[in-house]
Nanobody, 127 residues
Framework: QVQLVESGGGLVQAGGSLRLSCASA?????????VGWFRQAPGKEREFVAA????????YHAGSVQGRFAISRDNDKNTVYLQMNSLASEDTAIYYCAARSSEIYAVYILKPSYAFWGQGTQVTVSS
């Protein structure tokens, strides 16, 4: 079982940038897992944002963030990142990372695909 910890959230003005990090807090090697980022705004369902394969070579981004957000991973540092640029008020949400055991090149975009979840980090974009 892997325990995930997100960091890097905060308050930013519209048009600004943030980089979120997702790390393993349980000592488990994160490179053994495919990882995804999801977000949940107040009163809305949790939605998919981006996913990365174990290798890091395969990624997938939701249409709403394509071209603005980029998921990546550094397996030497046991960390997955979400670089968020050109932030807008509609990006305000709690951002969660999630992980699952996987073969090396697969990415997953559905919530039920993921077995492990972090506690989330708040991102607030002021207009």
């Amino acid at each position: 079982q892997v325990q995930l910890v997100e960091s890097g959230g905060g308050l930013v003005q519209a048009g600004g940038s943030l980089r979120l990090s997702c790390a393993s807090a349980s000592g488990r090697t994160l490179s053994n897992y495919a990882v995804g980022w999801f977000r949940q705004a107040p009163g809305k369902e949790r939605e998919f944002v981006a996913a990365v394969s174990r290798s890091g070579s395969e990624t997938y981004h939701a249409g709403s963030v394509q071209g603005r957000f980029a998921i990546s991973r550094d397996n030497d540092k046991n960390t997955v990142y979400l670089q968020m640029n050109s932030l807008a008020s509609e990006d305000t949400a709690i951002y969660y990372c999630a992980a699952r055991s996987s073969e090396i090149y697969a990415v997953y975009i559905l919530k039920p695909s993921y077995a492990f979840w972090g506690q989330g980090t708040q991102v607030t974009v002021s207009s």
